[in-house]
């Protein structure tokens, strides 16, 4: 049984930043890559970026790349996601998830199914 809890969403205007926190299960996290995910009312669930266990290697979305930096402390079981120069189009609930496969040792999953715990989401709404 693993608990995934995210937080720090709110309301900011176009071109302001945000930060989100995400605390999961101690060995769990540790063992596990992570990801991020939005989704916007009526669209599907999209891939934002992934961080590795070590925290070497990350991935991007394109729509993301040079605004967003993903980030974990794995001492302290929490993932972050820096949100910077934030558009309108950024909003969205945003999730929070575990990837705990073997294979997460090595590749990082960029596809909702591949991983295997959620958090609840935090609302990010960002305004023109």
């Known amino acids: 049984q693993v608990q995934v809890v995210e937080s720090g969403g709110g309301l900011v205007q176009a071109g302001g930043s945000l930060r989100l926190s995400c605390a999961a299960s101690?060995?769990?996290?540790?063992?596990?890559?992570m990801g991020w995910f939005r989704q916007a009312p009526g669209k599907e669930r999209d891939f934002v970026a992934a961080?590795?266990?070590?925290?070497?290697?990350?991935v991007y979305a394109d729509s993301v790349k040079g605004r967003f930096t993903i980030s974990r402390d794995n001492a302290k079981d929490t993932v972050y996601l820096q949100l910077n120069s934030l558009k309108p189009e950024d909003t969205a609930v945003y999730y929070c998830?575990?990837?705990?496969?073997?294979?997460?040792?090595?590749?990082?999953?960029?596809?909702?199914?591949?991983?295997?715990?959620w958090g609840q989401g935090t609302q990010v709404t960002v305004s023109s």
């Open positions: 101690g060995r769990t996290f540790s063992s596990s890559a």
């Open positions: 998830a575990a990837d705990a496969s073997r294979a997460s040792r090595w590749v990082l999953h960029t596809t909702p199914n591949e991983y295997d715990y």
């Open positions: 961080i590795s266990v070590s925290g070497r290697s990350t």
